[in-house]
């Protein structure tokens, strides 16, 4: 399993990651905006021009290990915004635990435990657009904790089964 930090900016992702990439003397690996987002249509309120140039995925490595991930707050409305896993930016909240499983059971059964003991399931897990297996949820102690399991990963699991 892989473990990753992801960090929430409020309108200003890309200058963030730019500055990282300067810092670190690393690339970045992957960035999509709003706009990109092919679910843009289910938003119940329409997407300006300046939110659909916002991030809503970046990624680059910082290390051989360790993936610095970021996006910017999703569009109020939207089928990624609140009660979906995100809540209003507040430096303080801007930060969450991404988990690799292995599997999509692995994925099933650390979401279940971790919103156990009165933590909630903001986004049940599900197949997402990018190829991956995700949901998140929130702790009893208030920590966001995203589970993305790459759906190429569950390929080695099938086989095994059969």
């Known amino acids: ?6 960090l929430t900016f409020d309108g200003n992702c ?4 730019d500055h990282y990439k300067e810092v670190f003397g690393t690339d970045i690996e992957c960035k999509m905006t709003w706009g990109d987002n092919p679910h843009k249509n289910k938003s119940k309120v329409a997407l300006s021009e300046e939110k659909a140039n916002q991030i809503m995925h970046m990624s680059m490595h910082l290390t051989k290990s360790f993936e610095l991930m970021g996006c910017d707050t999703p569009p109020e409305g939207s089928c990624c915004g609140e009660g979906m896993g995100h809540e209003k930016f507040v430096v303080g909240n801007n930060m969450q635990i991404n988990l690799e499983p292995d599997s999509k059971a692995h994925a099933d059964k650390l979401i279940v435990a971790l919103a156990s003991k009165g933590g909630k399931v903001m986004n049940p897990m599900e197949e997402a657009f990018w190829g991956s297996y995700f949901g998140m949820c929130k702790d009893p102690f208030g920590v ?3 589970l993305n399991c790459p759906l190429e990963a569950n390929k080695d699991e099938k086989k095994e089964e059969d």
Request: overall charge positive; aromatic content about 24%; proline content about 0%.
């Open 1 to 6: 399993m892989k473990v990753h930090l992801y």
């Open 14 to 17: 890309s200058r963030a990651f």
């Open 144 to 146: 966001t904790w995203m």
